[in-house]
């Protein structure tokens, strides 16, 4: 046994080294905020940042565009047309056949157009 004990550096043997060793391995592994943790928090802020910095961008380009189709009635068109592919107004021809509808019948469809 004294052979093992005389094998142990002194620094080991000091009541304070150990305390302190035992402080920096508690802190290191099992505390609530070890290493690891503050590791993977650092990365999530990260991560989080990039998708502020993201969100900020877009927000920036959505007031530019609401503020570019507030402006003229042909940006509106413009947009529609590019972001939700609408076609342009287009004025739709009915051509009736006076032989296939009747006199009145035809007065009260042309009414409802």
């Known amino acids: 046994m004294k052979k093992i004990y005389k094998k142990i550096p002194n620094w080991l043997k000091n009541k304070y080294a150990i305390t ?3 402080f920096i391995v508690w802190l290191t592994f099992f505390d ?7 590791y993977q928090y ?3 802020l990260k991560s989080l940042e990039t998708d502020r910095d993201y969100f900020k961008d877009a927000i920036e380009q959505t007031k530019k565009d609401l503020n570019e189709l ?3 009635p042909a940006s509106i068109e413009k ?3 590019e972001k939700y592919l609408m076609k ?3 004025r ?3 051509f009736l056949c006076k032989s296939l509808l009747k006199r009145k019948h035809r007065n ?6």
């Open 79 to 81: 947009f529609a047309r």
């Open 88 to 90: 342009k107004m287009m």
């Open 32 to 38: 609530k905020n070890d290493f690891f943790t503050q």
């Open 20 to 22: 302190i060793l035992f």
């Open 70 to 72: 507030a402006s003229s």
């Open 42 to 44: 650092r990365k999530q």
């Open 108 to 113: 009260r469809f042309l009414k409802q157009l």
């Open 92 to 94: 739709i021809f009915l």
